[in-house]
């Protein structure tokens, strides 16, 4: 039987999944490979703490390098993770003749087109189903059976510790901060969450399904990315009133040649099925012409969702060498030289509906002002929440729109905040009200 | 730029809808794929009726044979449906060397091995995205990204037409008649219904899942299937109570090598996510050891969304073909000589919880009666509801087991349905509690 050699950059968490996967399912992934995976060399700097893996002698070595120059290895393993040494190995892989399966979101959301390139240019491919909703075989069903579609949408709750705060904060009513907390304690969040918190993580996976599902390359700094931090328990109360849930949600979209490209809160109504992912859970949902709405879900990240997102990938490569393929399919589903650049567009040219809260000084003739700002810029109110009074003391009045520009929004907005009678800065929500 | 040439039998609703897909996306299908795909060729009976799309001269002609033959074509796409022709057909096409791409479930369940084995020795393939989940990219991600699992359970919702009326029935408390002759009117069932509302349709899809999940041969007859005729609005009503919903489901699992395939009405808490999909919409729901539980749901049925899958298939083997591939990767995952035939457990031999409703003359001393007998076959009662009495009438006693065993439910309800106090026949339904 023909055996596929592979090698393994970083020896971590997700790596040692992907080693116990290898090991567990070597006998089965043969019977549907007609090959046999040979995990044949793993590089990390740390050969010494104890994994809970048992490896053959010789496996793990701490020198990157003799994995990329080994003219055994077919295929490389990149799970370092990070913007470097990751990107100088993945290159020197390709130029090695090597295959490579990454789930480095970050890497290949800034630096993809180069590397996409350089493994073109070698005739190797790059595949990188973990990068994105960890398990959730996505990418592939993007580049593979719902390849004929044309899409108009993409959009997912991609960051399992965002959906983790949000699911709480919604079910128990409690307040971001003790909640982050508590992710950090069960091991949800990382020490420092600004990466997922602040939506940057999201961003990075979305870049990634722009590109696959409209054949264009994403400059990542265009993509408008605000996190979950300013979303409070008082917020979320009053979407639960209106029949909405507030989602950190990725949304890409191509309308008329432009791609809408945004990761922010959003507020997304009870009947929808994103509205049903809880917890640590991810989804993304597809719109094609022809395929209707598709919506995929499962375990976003962990060792094991995310070693068989690899170990998929390793899977199609290996069988795309043992079937003789002179060429392979490319990474992002359109051959690389018809992969343009799609302007983005700016967020204040953005058009939807919003949630608006406003924080009061509660006196008579406050809501007035606010309407007659709103009227004058063109946005009309469709329905309004305002709390009994509490006399001098300081209330919100929610407000969903209709639709409206964000331009108009947050010139409003800021036309309001100045007024005497507002205490705090307004805060708005957008609303998406087609993704059913 | 490399020519792909397909060849369609059957130009029907899904055959027009496949003519469109082609028509409308060639271009984009030609940036992804780097090669053209070209209709060339269509066969059906009916030449005359105007499918409102446009064909080139001598396109559509009334005879399969000379598509079978046509040397230039490469991938023969089969939307005849039922056994025969369809299975003579599609045999014909692989000994002539053609790749052939199916949404023919039935013939599939039942011919799939037969056909199987042909196609491998004739060095070609048969993909049949489109006969499992309408447009849902299930087979392709079971075969391609989740391949490095081992799968333990499969179970989904994968007939349209049973979903829509328990939906009906759920939402609006209607009957089971009145809904379906709605569904009729709508064209959501067909005139002759059966092979849907009786579960058969489901069976065949399962089948298919259960193949590609465990490597197994299914002898179709051994699968368990029963429809969703005798489910009442009153059984809706008392799952609601008891926070459950009355689904249509397809199972399959694997347990100690023995094989579970089932298509029964089942009652699943209202928090699962298949409880969600509602409407024509079909989901499925994989557990891997690696991936855990994924979900994939989207429209089941229809003429846009099965061309979807159709084309997709399409696409695959164009890329192979295209990429010079020696040999194909297998239809079901796993190489044809390693898929073996593990023994079907019997439905007698299946344990679950239970749903119990009998119907009861009301007086007293009956509750006292049932159990005894329950508590003789050793089943134990979770819980209970009994109407208020309406005395001298009939009513409904209903319960939930705890965890039984088939046989001793069909042995006890035996027993229990020959008292005098029993009005009619006792139903059952099977209960799921660990698709999470």
Not at 163 to 186: C, H, P, W
Not at 307 to 332: E, F, H, K, Y
Request: glycine fraction near 10%.
């Amino acid at each position: 039987m023909k055996e596929i050699k592979v090698g393994l950059l970083g020896f971590g968490t997700i790596g040692t999944g992907v080693v116990r996967m290898f090991q567990q399912n070597t006998e089965l992934i043969s019977q549907r490979l007609g090959a046999k995976l040979v995990l044949a060399s793993i590089a990390d700097l740390d050969v010494t703490t104890d994994r809970g893996v048992v490896l053959d002698e010789g496996v793990l070595i701490n020198d990157a390098n003799s994995v990329l120059t080994n003219p055994d290895i077919d295929i490389v393993i990149e799970l370092i993770g990070g913007y470097e040494p990751a990107r100088t190995f993945v290159i020197k892989a390709l130029e090695h003749g090597k295959h490579v399966v990454t789930a480095n979101k970050a890497l290949m959301a800034i630096h993809g087109e180069e590397l996409l390139k350089i493994a073109d240019k070698n005739g190797v491919s790059i595949l990188l189903e973990a990068a994105v909703g960890g398990g959730i075989p996505v990418l592939a069903s993007i580049r593979e059976n719902l390849g004929g579609n044309e899409f108009s949408d993409v959009s997912g709750i991609l960051n399992g510790t965002c959906n983790y705060i949000l699911t709480r904060m919604t079910e128990e009513g409690e307040d971001f901060n003790a909640v982050l907390s508590d992710a950090q304690k069960l091991g949800y969040a990382e020490a420092d969450p600004t990466f997922d918190i602040e939506g940057i993580d999201t961003a990075h996976k979305l870049s990634i399904l722009i590109s696959m599902c409209f054949g264009t390359w994403v400059d990542f700094d265009k993509i408008y990315t605000e996190g979950i931090t300013r979303i409070t328990s008082l917020d979320i109360h009053y979407a639960r009133q209106f029949g909405y849930q507030i989602k950190l949600l990725a949304i890409g979209k191509k309308v008329d040649g432009v791609i809408e490209a945004r990761v922010h809160p959003t507020m997304i109504p009870d009947s929808y099925p994103l509205s049903d992912v809880k917890g640590v859970l991810n989804a993304v949902r597809l719109q094609g012409d022809f395929v209707g709405p598709v919506m995929l879900n499962g375990s976003g990240a962990g060792m094991d969702a995310t070693a068989s997102a690899v170990l998929g990938d390793v899977i199609s490569l290996s069988r795309s060498i043992t079937n003789g393929s002179q060429t392979m399919t490319p990474t992002l589903g359109y051959q690389t030289e018809k992969i343009i650049t799609l302007p983005i567009r700016e967020i204040t040219d953005i058009s939807c509906h919003y949630y608006i809260r406003f924080m009061v000084e509660d006196c008579p003739g406050v809501l007035a002002q606010i309407s007659t700002v709103l009227g004058e810029s063109n946005i009309s109110i469709r329905s309004m929440v305002q709390p009994e009074q509490q006399l001098g003391g300081c209330v919100p009045i929610v407000m969903l729109t209709h639709g409206a520009k964000e331009c108009d929004i947050q010139h409003a907005l800021d036309e309001i905040d100045a007024l005497d009678s507002i205490k705090e800065q307004s805060l708005f929500i957008r609303m998406e009200n087609d993704l059913a």
